[in-house]
């Protein structure tokens, strides 16, 4: 379970944070958004450093306020200073800093992945079953997020299984979420499929159940249970007639004969093209 120790709150000078642990990385053009909003509207939240030494500190959380700040020529950045016994209690601030600006679910999923290493590492005998227990755990203290044990579960099998390629293309991209990735993970085995996906899902806007249509359609399911339901119409629709013709009249004797034929022929057609 987490456990933090004292906090304080200062300004403290950009040239005393000599080091930074958060390995995001950021354009120019966010860095000088950034420091125009500093300019403008001050800074609004303290970022996150720990303690070096006397009046020197590392970075945690906070290094695009840090280096906008910096673009602004700003001499000093007010900072939220923590002392950490370990590392996990690190990569949990940073989670919860990462779950408090909504970041692109794939951030989150990596991010919780990360937490979960620095926990086996510090609890080499603990069960994966307490260590998921340890994040839920902290997680809530930390966002009062209260996440289940199946959702983290999901998080760390998007980190875990899917593709570079894939999660470099929606890095960036706050309307691809988890459930977007699960569905591209069900495709593992087309690894351009996947990629292809991934970007006309994040270019397009795909809503999660538009993902899982097209990924029906790439592994080939969904169809044969159109199709069926097509031709069980059709042979429905043959039996009605032939049992409301009158008696003795046979169906090549029926009058709409020839339009039942071209209907049932429509529908023969249809259901080949969405075989296909």
């Known amino acids: 379970m987490l456990t933090l120790n004292e906090v304080e709150f200062k300004r403290v000078p950009l040239s005393a944070i000599v080091d930074w642990l958060e390995p995001r990385e950021f354009s120019s053009e966010d860095v000088e958004n950034m420091a125009a909003s500093l300019r403008i509207h001050g800074q609004i939240q303290p970022i996150v450093v720990e303690p070096l030494g006397e009046n020197?500190?590392?970075?945690?959380?906070g290094r695009l306020r840090y280096e906008a700040s910096k673009a602004a020529r700003l001499p000093d950045i007010e900072c939220k200073i923590?002392?950490?016994?370990?590392?996990?209690?690190?990569?949990?601030?940073?989670?919860?800093?990462?779950?408090?600006?909504?970041?692109?679910?794939?951030?989150r999923c990596d991010w919780l992945k990360r937490y979960k290493e620095a926990l086996k590492k510090e609890l080499p005998k603990a069960s994966e079953k307490a260590i998921i227990q340890t994040m839920i755990e902290s997680v809530e203290k930390l966002t009062?997020?209260?996440?289940?044990?199946?959702?983290?579960?999901?998080?760390?099998?998007?980190?875990?299984?899917?593709?570079?390629?894939?999660?470099k293309s929606i890095a960036d991209v706050r309307n691809v979420g988890p459930d977007h990735?699960?569905?591209?993970?069900?495709?593992?085995n087309d690894r351009d499929k996947q990629v292809e996906l991934a970007e006309r899902a994040a270019n397009e806007g795909w809503s999660v159940r538009r993902l899982k249509s097209e990924?029906?359609?790439?592994?080939?399911?969904?169809?044969?249970?159109?199709v069926c339901e097509f031709i069980e119409y059709a042979h429905a629709l043959a039996k009605a007639i032939r049992e409301s013709l009158p008696e003795g009249v046979s169906c090549a004797q029926c009058p709409i004969k020839p339009l039942c034929d071209e209907y049932k022929k429509a529908i023969f057609e249809l259901a080949h093209e969405i075989k296909k």
């Open 56 to 61: 020197v500190y590392r970075g945690i959380v």
């Open 82 to 107: 923590m002392r950490f016994k370990c590392d996990s209690e690190r990569v949990a601030v940073q989670l919860a800093e990462n779950l408090h600006r909504k970041e692109p679910g794939i951030q």
């Open 144 to 167: 009062g997020e209260k996440v289940s044990e199946r959702r983290i579960y999901e998080y760390l099998q998007v980190a875990e299984q899917l593709l570079d390629e894939v999660k």
């Open 181 to 188: 990735c699960l569905e591209l993970l069900r495709l593992s």
């Open 215 to 226: 990924v029906d359609k790439a592994l080939g399911l969904g169809k044969p249970k159109l």
